[in-house]
């Protein structure tokens, strides 16, 4: 807050998601700080900055760490191979069992938008879009039980949500070793483009981007 207090009008509007390592008992804390101005918390939520809605959505497809506080099925309640459920994992704030059992991130991005025109949209998503080079984990050769594991570990309901809705901009995390692995953190799905600030060093990976010149975007790592 003293920040704030020092830079005055040249304060920043900043939009925050927590990310599935980010315990949700500590979101009251967070709604807290961005009553007193500190960010804007977005999660499930919609803003609006100049002339384009911004989305922010946390949650991730199941993985196979024990923490669910941020997970859903996708699409359906199918579970990858290795891969931990949301209803056999644990939960920092109790959960009803309907919640867990039948929430997916397909149902929630839906109630999100809506019917909203998202074309001039900016979406903050932690999980990337699946089969994409923004969501490739290393797990090549990697078998559970026989079966091959998937090496694209990202949402099926927001890769489908970008194809049909078509979003100006979609930033996204979560997959750290992605862009080492592909050589890319951005990608282009129709009118969309879709950057990924992820990264597995020691650095703090940094996307500059112009809402209306998304190609010209920059990264940098620091």
Not at 82 to 110: F, M, N, W
Not at 128 to 141: H, S
Not at 174 to 189: F, N, P
Request: glycine letters at 6%; one cysteine or more.
């Amino acid at each position: 807050m003293a920040l704030r207090r020092d830079l005055g009008e040249k304060f920043p509007r900043v939009f925050l998601i927590l990310g599935n390592d980010d315990l949700r008992l500590e979101e009251a804390a967070v709604l807290d700080a961005a009553a007193r101005g500190a960010w804007e918390y977005i999660h499930n939520r919609r803003t609006v900055f100049g002339n384009h809605n911004i989305y922010g959505y946390a949650c991730v497809p199941p993985s196979p760490f024990r923490l669910k506080d941020w997970e859903r099925y996708d699409v359906s309640r199918y579970v990858d191979p290795g891969c931990v459920s949301p209803e056999e994992g644990a939960h920092s704030i109790p959960v009803t069992p309907r919640e867990l059992r039948y929430s997916t991130i397909q149902k929630d991005l839906e109630q999100l938008v809506a019917q909203d025109d998202l074309r001039r949209a900016l979406m903050l998503f932690h999980s990337p879009p699946y089969q994409t080079k923004l969501d490739r984990a290393a797990l090549d050769g990697k078998m559970i039980d026989y079966v091959p594991l998937d090496v694209h570990i990202g949402s099926i309901a927001i890769k489908r949500l970008i194809e049909a809705r078509q979003p100006a901009i979609t930033l996204h995390g979560h997959v750290h070793e992605s862009a080492r692995l592909t050589g890319e953190w951005k990608e282009r799905i129709g009118a969309t483009w879709c950057f990924s600030a992820a990264h597995d060093g020691p650095e703090l990976s940094l996307i500059r981007f112009s809402i209306e010149h998304p190609e010209m975007a920059t990264r940098t790592l620091i």
